[in-house]
């Protein structure tokens, strides 16, 4: 299946796979466009809801029965894209506020929170959602499923909620006019206890990132 086949109109809008296969696609041409920077005003808020409609793809997918792949092995999908200007373009855009604190399994006890960062995330979640995609355009749209269901599980699924928890943080936290401090010293190549974290992560001034990120507190 081509590119251009995609979304043909002799495919079924109400089948599963060109349903969940259309969310994915819509979010990876969003979150291209917004790291564009081409409207910066609007990044967070749009991704916001990028995230939101994505994982609801993520939930039919997680509440869908087993898919099985219609080959013991998988088909080679062709070589993978590189992210890394993707990356630098999300860094630079969401700078002021991409690094945030993340637990991982909040079912493991006394775990304590890492340092993350969003424009890592993202590019992380796109790797695997292209990653199917190239097998759905290819024609195999079982494997595409597969693809994609084990590694919402896996990988992509939690990935793209702490991201969510994030962003809705961030628009909270400045439509209620509740300051952050200041992010300045927290990095996610550091090894930083719980103490360290409480005091430096999440420290933006709601004044400072109002303006350039297009959120604006409630009056």
Known sequence: MSDATLHA??????????????QIESFLVAVTEV???D????AVPFLLLEVSQLLLAGGRLGAHEDIVPDERYEPD?????????LRENLARLLDP?????????PYEPRKAPVPARISDDLTDVITDLRHGMAHYRAGRTTEALWWWQFSYFSNWGSTASATLRALQSVVAHVRLNQPLEELDGLDTDQDLGDEVLEAEAGRVMAREIAGPLGLRPVK
Not at 97 to 105: L, P, R, T
């Open 9 to 22: 109109t002799h495919q079924n809008p109400d089948d599963f796979a060109v349903q969940i296969a259309d």
């Open 39 to 42: 409207e910066p005003d609007s």
């Open 97 to 105: 506020i991409d690094v945030y604190s993340e637990v991982f399994d």
């Open 77 to 85: 999908p062709g070589p993978e894209q590189d992210v890394d200007q």
């Open 35 to 37: 790291a564009k920077g």
